[in-house]
C-alpha cells in the first residue's frame, strides 16, 4: 500500500546533508547539517499538507488533520541526528517513515478518526550531548526543561544556545501534558545482527534493555616518560585501560544478552613522552533485567576503586543516565503484530539493545516499535545499510498499526 | 662568579610567555608563543653585544666572539619549546644559563681563547612535532634536512611552513659541517627524583638512555553499543587498552632502569555509545642497554600481536624513532666534574633519564650535561619546579667547564 520507492528516494535525498566519504552521514544534533536536514523534513510535511509545531526543546511535529481533531493524535517518528560516523537509516528512517505514511493517507484521500502525527526528537543520538534521548525524555517528564536546555557538548556550548542559533527553539511547551499522545509507534532499524541471522523482515519490539551510562575521570600525575621511574607512576592511563579491560569482562561475565562499552575517551596532555595526568572516559551498560545491571553496576564501581586505589589515582565517577528496561504496551505491540500478518512478512519478537525515543514515550502514552534488519547487524557505522524491500516493509506495517489506533 | 639573580629574574620573565593557570609553561614548538619566546632570547643576546645566525631548522646560535675566531666555538644551548603542560625550567634553563654566562664573562671583560656560543635547537620536545630533537638531530647528520622540515604536527602542518610563519627559517646550513662544534655542554633540570632524594645539587651526566619511539593504529568495527553482542565485537579501544597494560608489565619486568609509556591515545569516532573503530596510541620504551631496549621491543611486538589477534583487530606498528644509548666523551665530563670541584658542590654520577639536544650533540662533538634537582622529580608537568640556589650552583659549572674548554 505505501509507495517503497518514494520512501527509499526521500531517504538518500536527505542522507546528502552530512554525506560522509565511506556512505554514511554526519549529522550531529543542533549542528548546521541537522537544521538543513530539518527544513528539508519540515518543507516536505508542508508540501504534504501538514501543520507544523516546534517545541522548546526543538521537537518538531508535522500533523495530518483527523476526522475528530480533537482526539489525541496518533503519533508515529524518530530523529533525524547521527553519530559522528553515522548511517542513513538509524533515525532518520522512522521519521521518513511516518512522513511516507502521510503522503500515502493523501494518496488515498483516506480520513482517518484521530489525527496523525510525524515527531522529529532532539539530540536522540546523545553523542554531540550526552545523554540520548534527552528531548523525549523531556516530553514524557523525565527530565526538566532546563537539564534538557542545558546539556553541553565538548565545547561547552548548551542545547538551549544551538536550538536559538539554528532556529529551532519552538513557543510550544515540551511536554506530553501540552500535548497527549494517544499512541506512538516507531520504526527502526534493528541495529543488530538478529532478524538477518534468522531472515526475518519484521521485529515486534516487546520490550527494550535497561541503560546504565557513566562518566569517570582519573586523576593522576603528569610526570616526565623518561626519567621517572616505573614505580614512582601515577599513570592515570594505565588506570582507564585496566577499567576498559573490566567493563568488558563484566560485559562477557553477563553475555549474551549484557553490552558493556567504553566508547570515550581522552588523554590529557596527550603527549608521547608524558606520562597521563588525566583521562576522561565513558562506560555504557545495558541488560533487559535491572537486576542485572544493578549488579553490573556493583561489580564496576568495586574494579574502578580497586584500580584506583592500586595505581593510587583519584577517581570521579558519575552515573549520568539510567533507565530502566521497557516493557512495550499491550495493544500496540498487538497492533504491530496484526499489520505484520496483515502484510504478510515474516517475523519474530525483539528486545531492542538500543534506547529509542519510543522507550521514553512509553512511559506517557502507549507505545510500540518495529524493527527491520540492517546488513550484518551493522549500525552507528557509516557502512550501516538494508535493503529496500525491508524498509517498505517496515513502513508497510507502520501504516497498519497506525491505522487501527487511529480508527479505534 | 655568575649572577645567580640575574638568571632567575630572566628564566620568570620567559615563563610569562605561554604562563599557564598552574604555574606552568605552554609554548609548543613553532607557535606564535615560541616565536615570542626566540624574539626575547635573540634581543638579550643583541644586547649581550652577541651576533646571531639561524639555520634552516631554526636552530638559533648567538656568538660572543674568541680571541682566535677560527677556532670551532665552545656552544651550550637547549630548547625553548615547551610541553602542552610544561614548566618553567625544561629547556629555557639550559638556554638561559648560557645567556647568564656570556652576560658573566662581559661584566668581567673575559676573553676567551675560542668563541663562546649559545645555541636554541628548533622543537626538542617531540611533542608538537614528533619525534624529539628533531633539529639537533639534523644538526648532527641523523636526519636529513627534508626530512626535518617535513615533520607533520596533527593538524598537518609542517615544521617548514610554521618556520617559515613565524619567520624562523634562516639562511644557514643546519649541519655540523658548515658549523663544527669545539665542544657542546647542556645544563637541565634533572627532570626526575634522585638528586633531591639524595641530597645531591648536581649530577654529572656520563650516559643517557636509549629510547625507541612507536605509533600504533588498531582497527576493529565500530558498532552500536547497544544491540550488538559481546561475542560480534572488534573493540579497537580493548585491545589499546591491553596493549596498555603490557607495555606496563614490561616496563615494570625490566626495572628499576626501564621506562615503558603510553602517552597519547585518540579513538575514534569517541562517541559514547558506539564500539570503538579505530585508536591510535603511541609507546615510549626507554633503557641504558641498547640490547635490554631490543629485548623490551620483542616483547611488546609480541603482544601487539596476541592481543590483535585476540580480538580480530588489523594492527599497524612503526618505529618511529630510535636511539641508542649516549656515552658522553670523558674530557667534557672531566670538565664538568672539575668545574663542580671549583664551586664546591655536592655530587654525584647520572644516567640521563630523557633524551636532550646534547645526545645528539655528542655524536659530531665532545659533548657533556650538568644537571641540578628539580623538585619531587616532577618535569612535564606545570608545577616542575626548582630552588634558585640549584639553578645558580648548575650555571657555575656550566661557566667553569666552558671556559676550561674554550682555552685549552
Ligand atoms: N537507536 C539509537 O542508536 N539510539 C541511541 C541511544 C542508544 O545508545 O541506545
Ligand atoms: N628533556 C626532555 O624533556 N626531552 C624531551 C625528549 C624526551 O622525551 O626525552
Redesign the interface.
Given at each position: 500500500k505505501i509507495n517503497g520507492e518514494r520512501l527509499w528516494d526521500s531517504l538518500m535525498e536527505m542522507a546528502k546533508i552530512g554525506a560522509t566519504p565511506k556512505g554514511g552521514v554526519c549529522r550531529l544534533a543542533l549542528t548546521d547539517l541537522d537544521k538543513q536536514g530539518r527544513d528539508l523534513f519540515v518543507q516536505w510535511c508542508k508540501d504534504a499538507g501538514c501543520t507544523i509545531r516546534v517545541d522548546k526543546m526543538g521537537n518538531i511535529f508535522a500533523r495530518r488533520e483527523g476526522r475528530n481533531p480533537a482526539l489525541p493524535p496518533i503519533v508515529t517518528g524518530s530523529h533525524l541526528d547521527s553519530?559522528?560516523?553515522g548511517g542513513r537509516f538509524d533515525g532518520v528512517y522512522g521519521v521518513l517513515a511516518g512522513l511516507e505514511v502521510i503522503r500515502t493517507l493523501n494518496d488515498l484521500n483516506y480520513e482517518t478518526e484521530a489525527p496523525v502525527e510525524v515527531a522529529v526528537w532532539t539530540n536522540e543520538?546523545?553523542?554531540r550531548f550526552?545523554p540520548?534521548m534527552v528531548s523525549s525524555g523531556v516530553f514524557a517528564g523525565v527530565f526538566d526543561l532546563d537539564y534538557g536546555l542545558s546539556r553541553k557538548d565538548q565545547d561547552g556550548r548548551t542545547m538551549g544556545e544551538e536550538l536559538e542559533r539554528i532556529g529551532y527553539s519552538g513557543p510550544d511547551d515540551a511536554s506530553h501534558a501540552a500535548h497527549p499522545v494517544g499512541a506512538y509507534f516507531e520504526a527502526h532499524i534493528?541495529?543488530?545482527?538478529i532478524l538477518e541471522a534468522e531472515d526475518k523482515t519484521i521485529g515486534v519490539v516487546t520490550d527494550a534493555?535497561g541503560?546504565r551510562?557513566y562518566e569517570v575521570t582519573f586523576t593522576g600525575?603528569?610526570?616526565?616518560?623518561?626519567?621517572?621511574?616505573?614505580?614512582?607512576r601515577k599513570?592515570a592511563?594505565?588506570g582507564?585501560?585496566?577499567v576498559?579491560?573490566a567493563v568488558?569482562r563484566i560485559?562477557?561475565k553477563h553475555?549474551?544478552t549484557?553490552?558493556?562499552?567504553?566508547?570515550?575517551?581522552?588523554?590529557?596532555?596527550?603527549?608521547?613522552?608524558?606520562?597521563?595526568?588525566n583521562v576522561f572516559f565513558?562506560i555504557?551498560f545495558?541488560h533487559p533485567s535491572d537486576d542485572v545491571l544493578a549488579e553490573m553496576d556493583r561489580e564496576m564501581r568495586a574494579e574502578v576503586d580497586r584500580i584506583a586505589a592500586e595505581i593510587g589515582l583519584d577517581c570521579q565517577l558519575e552515573q549520568i543516565f539510567y533507565y530502566k528496561p521497557v516493557k512495550f504496551e499491550e495493544s500496540c505491540v498487538a497492533a504491530v503484530r496484526k499489520g505484520v500478518e496483515e502484510g504478510g512478512f515474516s517475523v519474530r519478537d525483539m528486545v531492542?539493545?538500543?534506547?529509542h525515543d519510543a522507550c521514553y514515550l512509553a512511559r506517557v502514552a502507549p507505545a510500540g516499535m518495529i524493527f527491520v534488519p540492517c546488513i550484518d547487524?551493522?549500525?552507528?557505522?557509516?557502512v550501516e545499510d538494508a535493503k529496500p524491500e525491508w524498509i517498505a516493509a517496515g513502513c508497510e506495517v507502520l501504516l497498519h498499526a497506525m491505522l487501527q489506533k487511529a480508527n479505534e
Open positions: 553519530q559522528p560516523t543520538e546523545g553523542s550526552a540520548a534493528e541495529q543488530g545482527p534493555q541503560q551510562w600525575v603528569e610526570s616526565h616518560a623518561g626519567p621517572t621511574p616505573m614505580n614512582r599513570d592511563l594505565l582507564a585501560a585496566r576498559v579491560d568488558n560485559g562477557l553475555a549474551p549484557a553490552c558493556a562499552t567504553v566508547g570515550m575517551m581522552t588523554v590529557y596532555p596527550n603527549s608521547r613522552n608524558v606520562i597521563p595526568g565513558t555504557d545495558r531492542s539493545g538500543a534506547g547487524g551493522i549500525s552507528h557505522n557509516e
